[in-house]
C-alpha cells in the first residue's frame, strides 16, 4: 500500500485529489494538510465526503511533512513550496508538484510570471514534466514530477502530434476558455457569483504563463519552436476547458490524413480521444473525468486548420494527471483510480 500525503487539501484540486484517491485499491491517504482548516474534519470543509471520510486536517509543519508517507501531492498556491522545499525532502519522499515551481522554469520567466524571486531553482532538474501521454518513460523512474498546467496540458497535446509530424505552421493562436474553479477557491472580486454570472471576460492577454509552458514543453518533446498567441477567457461555469487553436497546414490534406496522425500518437493512449468527424467537442462530455477529447476541420479554401481540444481543468488538468503520473512511478496500471465515465449532466 502506498502511503500519501495531500498539501493543500482543502482547495478544489485537493479536494479531487481525495475523492478520486479514495477508490484507488493501492493507495492510503495518510495526511490530509490544511494550515486554513487544522483539526477540522475534511467532511466539515466538503461535505459530500459525509459517510465517506472521518479524517482530521493536519496542521503543516515542513519539518515533519514527509514522515510517514511515500509520495506527497502538493497543490499549493504558486511561490509556496519552492521557498520550503529543500534536498533532503527530496531524497526522503516522492513528489507530484501540481503547481508552477517546478514547470520548465527559471529566473526570468519566474520573476516575469509570477513576480517574486525563485528560492530553489537548484531543484529544478530534480522535477521530470509530467505530461503523461508523452513523457512515460522518464516519469517512470523519475522521484520528483512537475505536473502540468491545464490550459497547457490541452495545447500541448491538440499540438505536439501535428507538430512532430511537421503538419502545420508554427505560427498558432489559440483562444482558451476555463471555468471559475481554474482560479482556486478563495474568493475574488472575478470569481464572485454576481460578477461571473451571465458574463464572460478575456484576461491576461498577453502574460498568461501556460504560454512559455507550451512553448517550452513543444521543443523539449518535438524540438521545435513556435509563435503562440494565447487568449484565456473565464467563463461562467464551475469546471471545464476549451481551448480553439488555428494554425495553417504545411501543404493540402484532407481530414483522414490529419486523423491518421492523431492516431498514430494516440490511438493506444486510454485518455485521449479523437472524435469522429463533424462531431464538435464540449466541455460537458469530459466532466469530471481524466478524459482529453480532441477534434479538427479544415478549412479548404484557406487550408486553415481549426483544432478543438476539451479537458476537465480540476481532472486532466490537475488531479487525474497527478494520480496518472502518480501510477506511472509506482508501476500501477496506468487508469487506476481513474476510470470513470465523465458525468455529463
Same mark, same amino acid.
Not at 145 to 159: E, F, R
Not at 216 to 244: A, D, S
Not at 245 to 254: E, F, I, M, V
Not at 259 to 276: A, M, R, T
Given at each position: ?37 487544522? *483539526? ?22 515542513? *519539518? ?21 522545499? %529543500? ?14 515551481? /517546478? ?25 521530470? /514534466? ?16 512537475? !505536473? ?22 508554427? *505560427? ?52 521545435? %519552436? ?38 498514430? /500518437? ?36 484557406? !487550408? ?34 481513474? !476510470? /470513470? ?5
Amino acid at each position: 500500500m502506498l502511503n500519501v500525503g495531500i498539501l493543500g487539501a482543502t482547495g478544489y484540486t485537493g479536494e479531487e485529489l481525495i475523492r478520486l484517491l479514495h477508490n484507488h485499491p493501492n493507495v492510503m491517504i495518510k495526511k490530509i494538510l490544511s494550515t486554513s482548516y487544522k *483539526d477540522k474534519k475534511y467532511n466539515f470543509v466538503y461535505r459530500n465526503f459525509v459517510g465517506f471520510n472521518e479524517d482530521i486536517c493536519q496542521e503543516l509543519d515542513w *519539518d515533519t511533512l514527509v514522515d510517514g508517507i511515500d509520495l506527497l501531492f502538493s497543490a499549493l498556491p504558486y511561490g509556496i513550496l519552492m521557498a520550503h522545499l %529543500t534536498e533532503d525532502m527530496l531524497k526522503k519522499v516522492k513528489i507530484v508538484d501540481i503547481g508552477v515551481d /517546478y514547470r520548465f522554469m527559471d529566473k526570468e520567466s519566474y520573476k516575469k510570471y509570477y513576480g517574486k524571486e525563485h528560492q530553489s531553482l537548484h531543484l529544478t532538474d530534480e522535477f521530470v /514534466y509530467g505530461l503523461s501521454e508523452w513523457n512515460e518513460e522518464a516519469i517512470k523512474e523519475a522521484k520528483s514530477i512537475a !505536473n502540468p498546467g491545464c490550459y497547457a496540458t490541452a495545447m500541448l497535446m491538440a499540438l505536439i502530434p501535428l507538430i512532430k509530424e511537421a503538419l502545420i505552421d508554427k *505560427d498558432i493562436i489559440a483562444d482558451g476558455k476555463s471555468g471559475l474553479s481554474g482560479g482556486g477557491r478563495t474568493l475574488t472580486i472575478g470569481t464572485h457569483y454576481v460578477e461571473a454570472n451571465e458574463s464572460m471576460k478575456a484576461y491576461k492577454l498577453n502574460n498568461h504563463p501556460h504560454v512559455i509552458e507550451v512553448q517550452k514543453g513543444i521543443e523539449f518533446f518535438t524540438g521545435e %519552436t513556435i509563435e503562440l498567441t494565447f487568449t484565456p477567457h473565464i467563463v461562467p461555469m464551475q469546471r471545464g476547458l476549451m481551448v480553439t487553436l488555428y494554425t495553417k497546414l504545411q501543404k493540402k490534406l484532407d481530414y483522414e490524413s490529419v486523423k491518421e496522425v492523431y492516431s498514430k /500518437y494516440y490511438g493506444s493512449k486510454p485518455f485521449v480521444q479523437i472524435l469522429d468527424k463533424s462531431i464538435y467537442v464540449e466541455t460537458k462530455w469530459v466532466k469530471s473525468s481524466n478524459m482529453c477529447h480532441i477534434n479538427f476541420e479544415i478549412n479548404e479554401e484557406t !487550408n486553415r486548420l481549426i483544432i478543438v481540444v476539451a479537458i476537465d481543468n480540476l481532472i486532466k488538468g490537475a488531479a487525474g494527471q497527478a494520480i496518472q503520473n502518480m501510477n506511472l512511478m509506482m508501476d500501477f496500471p496506468e487508469n487506476m483510480g481513474l !476510470n /470513470y465515465i465523465p458525468v455529463c449532466i
